[in-house]
Structure formats: C-alpha cells, structure tokens
C-alpha cells in the first residue's frame, strides 16, 4: 500500500538511479503527453511530498505521480527484463546509461513547470517526513472540524500528507478510536499523542522493507500489556487480521468494505460508533 514511507522510499530509489544523468530515453504513455520528449536533459533531483512524487529536470520541467492504490515505478538495469506488469500498463519509461526506470499503473502522470509544482501539491497539509513537518499545524488541521470522523480526517492530505489507510487504521487502534468517532470527542492529550505517533510511525517505517507498527508503539495509556504468547510476531495491529485475534484483548478484529478501502478495528480495545 503506498502511504508516505513508501513514496518516500520510491523517490529514493528513482533519485539514486537517475539524478545528475542525462535522460537517453522518454516515452510518457499518456495521451496528453505522449508527444513529449525529455531526452537530453538531465535529471536534477527526485523527491517525494506527502505521497506525491516530483522528478525535476533541466529545463524548469518537473514530472508529477501519484502511486494511489497501486500504482508503482521499478528500476532495472540496462538489458534487464521488465517485471512489474503487461506492457499495456506502463505508463511511462526514463533511461540513462546506467538504468532504465518504468511506471506501472500510474494513475497521475503529468509534465508541468517546476515553477508551477505548488498548484499540484500546494493544498497538501504539513509532510510527516518532509522539511516542512509541524505538529501544531497539522493538530489544528485535524480539529478544525470536530464532527468530521476521525478516519476520514487523518486521510485528508490537507490536514497532514502521508497516512493512507494502512497507517489510519493503525492509528485509530492506537488512540483506542474507532475510524467513525467524531474526532472532537477524542480527548486532547489523545489528539496530540495521535499526531506524534502519526509522525514516530511514520519516522520508524521510512527505511524498512517491511513496515511495522508493533514495534515501539502501543496503545493509548490505560491499556493492559499484550500477554506473552508463542504467536508469531505480527508487523501490523489490526490492518488485514480480519477475524484474527487482537493482538491485545483477542477479540476478532473487525472489517468493512468502504469506498474500496478496507477499515479494520478492535471492536473491544477501540470505543466509538461502528457501520
């Protein structure tokens, strides 16, 4: 699922394999673009803003994507086989003499000028991995809307850019929530530990493989410990263990089908109305 640590570490691997060279082949497979050609200019920085990714290149060009659900860019090596999907999902191919980078899927793909990067990713709230980073920004942002459901507000990239539905339903077990509580009746100290442990989950998962929200992060305080089992370590709280037991109480985790996205949650450890 790409959320924030994911594009973050997708921008890295684009920015180590194509920065500072000269592009020796461009094939932007979108209608609107398709007649563009960036060969020849060089490629000057890769970098992520919440879950959006920027490829700037000489010239004051700046290719956007967006991953969203399954969108996603590989790197080969020159002559390597192309794995990541059939040729009629590919969207878009760069190469230098070094590697070949594709993107598979891309539901946002667009050239723009650099210049013009802030009308496309302008509106995003504060960047929990980014430069940009405040805490009491992205609180207020939250709390502006107190009868707003607390799922739906931690989605919003308005308020603070990088939580997808991975880490929403996660934060949601953390804070004892359930998605649908209006996030006004969250008490404040909850609210402000919401957003550190946004940011600390965020932080932790930047560079792994496998991202993980059991390590280092637990429930909100008055929560038993876990008792000690022989289960198996679990990298996730709730997220896809429906009808598994919480980690922390054993009851069956909860799962509801909403806009395409799956919400999971603890229907003993998380207070709050339900579907």
Not at 252 to 272: A, F, L, M
Request: with cysteine; charged share 25%.
């Amino acid at each position: 699922m790409p959320e924030g640590d994911t594009v973050l570490q997708t921008a890295k691997r684009l920015h180590s394999a194509l920065a500072d060279q000269v592009l020796t082949q461009s094939d932007l497979r979108v209608p609107r673009f398709a007649t563009a050609d960036l060969t020849g200019r060089t490629v000057l920085d890769v970098s992520a803003r919440g879950k959006h990714l920027l490829t700037r290149i000489e010239g004051g060009l700046t290719l956007h994507s967006h991953l969203r659900m399954d969108g996603a860019w590989r790197v080969f090596a020159p002559h390597e086989r192309w794995r990541g999907g059939p040729a009629h999902q590919i969207r878009a191919v760069l190469a230098n003499t070094t590697h070949t980078v594709v993107g598979y899927r891309l539901p946002v793909l667009e050239l723009l000028r650099t210049k013009d990067e802030e009308q496309t990713v302008g509106h995003l709230g504060p960047d929990l991995l980014g430069p940009d980073w405040n805490a009491d920004t992205a609180l207020r942002n939250l709390l502006a809307d107190p009868g707003r459901p607390l799922g739906e507000a931690l989605l919003d990239q308005r308020n603070l850019a990088g939580i997808g539905n991975v880490y929403n339903c996660e934060l949601c077990f953390l804070a004892r929530a359930t998605p649908w509580l209006p996030i006004g009746l969250l008490p404040e100290s909850t609210a402000v530990l919401l957003v550190s442990t946004a940011k600390q989950l965020l932080e932790a998962n930047r560079d792994r493989p496998v991202r993980t929200t059991t390590v280092g992060a637990r429930p909100r305080a008055g929560a038993a410990p876990a008792p000690r089992t022989r289960r198996p370590v679990e990298n996730l709280w709730v997220y896809g263990r429906a009808h598994r037991p919480c980690l922390r109480c054993g009851a069956s985790i909860r799962k509801v089908e909403q806009d395409i996205r799956p919400t999971y949650w603890c229907p003993h450890c998380q207070k709050g109305p339900t579907p």
